[in-house]
């Protein structure tokens, strides 16, 4: 089972930058596909970048601006996200793709105009 670790959130303004980390524990996280996922209020989850071993993949609201990479060695996988938009405000979660039951506390991201 996979278990996992969110941070790396903050407020910021809109065309700025943040890093987020998901650091992962248990003998699957290094094998599993990894997908980071946000919630905005009153909307559903939803998937927003994954990284297999030698695949990502990206949803087309943030293509070209978020980046999903993995430091295999230490079980971290990190979403760089750049050129951040109001649209983006929302709690950001990994998870396996496609998600086990039980989430992380995910981590904060507040993007204002």
């Known amino acids: 089972q996979v278990q996992v670790v969110e941070s790396g959130g903050g407020s910021v303004q809109a065309g700025e930058s943040l890093r987020l980390s998901c650091a992962g524990s248990g003998r699957s996280f290094s094998r599993s596909r990894i997908g980071w996922f946000r919630q905005a209020p009153g909307k559903e989850r939803e998937l927003v970048a994954a990284i297999s071993w030698i695949q990502t993949a990206y949803a087309d609201s943030v293509k070209d601006r978020f980046i999903i990479s993995r430091d295999s060695g230490q079980n971290i996988v990190f979403l760089q996200m750049n050129n951040l938009k109001p649209e983006d405000t929302a709690v950001y979660y990994c998870?396996?793709?496609?998600?086990?039951?039980?989430w992380g506390p995910g981590t904060q991201v507040t993007v204002s105009s």
């Open positions: 998870n396996s793709d496609p998600p086990q039951p039980s």
